[in-house]
């Protein structure tokens, strides 16, 4: 099962094992008894390496944060002369 973190408004951190399927936002802190909120992190899956989780944070990133593209993938090079010279190339579809 994955382990979340909480962290107690007095910053102490722990973390607890829950089963995905009902991970409680709140839980108490065992060194002050206070509320403890569960912090918005990636559980860990000990099954997952660490690279995954990369993945998935970018994916979820691009979801609503887009990365700008000023270009398009090869406009540079279509932009250019090109790699040949000869014009029997020049009838070749382009994409
Ligand atoms: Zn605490």
């Known amino acids: 099962m994955p382990t979340y973190t909480y962290r107690c408004s007095d910053s102490h951190g722990f973390d607890e094992v829950h089963p995905m399927t009902s991970v409680p936002d709140a839980s108490t802190c065992p060194e002050c008894g206070g509320d403890a909120r569960r912090r918005p992190a990636a559980p860990h899956l000990s099954a997952v ?24 993938p090869g406009a540079a090079r279509r932009a250019g002369t090109g790699i040949t010279r000869n014009p029997l190339h020049a009838k070749l579809p382009r994409h």
């Open 49 to 72: 390496a660490s690279s995954a989780y990369g993945l998935i944070d970018a994916a979820a990133r691009s979801a609503h944060e887009p990365s700008v593209v000023n270009s398009l």
